[in-house]
């Protein structure tokens, strides 16, 4: 038996650390008076004739990126190092050159003598390493860094939408699933949103409902039926069987009343691999 499924309470989390593992990568430390750092994520906003790319020690939203890490470095709620890389010459370039740290009140205006190497730049992927070869001192300040990074470029692909048959929509929570499921498998985005639960509205992004709807589209059934609701005041849960070339699976599904709609807090499939 494969599992296929979310508990959407938790979708944040799985969806955004698959994304940067699949996607985007970083690793290495940035060290200042002697104060170690880990760096393990990366972004990059693309120009037309430079790159600028971020990594960071904590995730970062899509609105802050480039500009937003000044204020959050000042709370001290992201450190991290910002470069420009020209397209042209492939280096580094005049531009947003900085490393962000509380101990500078947020941005500290240089890379100091750091060294760029790539290892690969084209339309698609940029990688690479970002280092100084010895500690630079600003003031008060002691400081070195050393971090690799993988960026994929351009637009990310999209899957077409997917349409789904279902069976068995009579009750009102098999109606509400069954709306969830054609816009989850259509890539409907805000049709999606309608039908989880408020919380996960708030933590989830539109990358991370991206890489939900990628996942469901590449693995969920195409075929269902549901074949059983059971209603228990504001909860109810749902059976259902599906089917995907072929392939048959189980599907069992946790909804509860929201603001008098039902949501969709468990999607959890069961497929049997012969």
Known sequence: MIRLGFCLAAVVLFATSLQAAAENSASGALTVNGSSTE????????????????????????DDIPFGLNNLASEDKVRGIVVTISKGTKGL????????????????????????????FDKDEISGKISTP???????????????FNLKLGEPKKKEPLSV?????????????AA???????????????????????????????????????LKPTNLKIIGTEIKGKEALLKAEGLRDGEKSTGSISMKLEDGEWKVFEDDWKVNVE
């Open 180 to 218: 969830y499921y054609r816009a989850l498998m259509a890539g409907d985005k805000n049709g999606l949103r309608k039908h989880l639960p408020s919380e996960v509205n708030k933590q989830a992004d539109d990358e991370t409902i991206d890489t939900v709807i990628e996942l469901a589209q590449t």
């Open 165 to 177: 048959e279902i069976e068995g929509t009579e009750d009102a929570p098999s109606k509400a699933y």
């Open 39 to 62: 760096i393990k994520h990366a972004y990059v906003d693309e120009g037309p004739e430079d790159l600028i790319v971020v990594v960071t020690d904590r995730p970062m939203a899509k």
């Open 93 to 120: 370039s005049p531009g947003l050159n900085a490393l962000y740290h509380p101990v500078w009140q947020g941005q500290l205006g240089t890379i100091g003598n750091g060294v760029l190497t790539l290892s690969k």
């Open 134 to 148: 010895e500690e630079n001192t600003f003031g008060e300040y002691k400081y070195f860094y050393a971090i690799s």
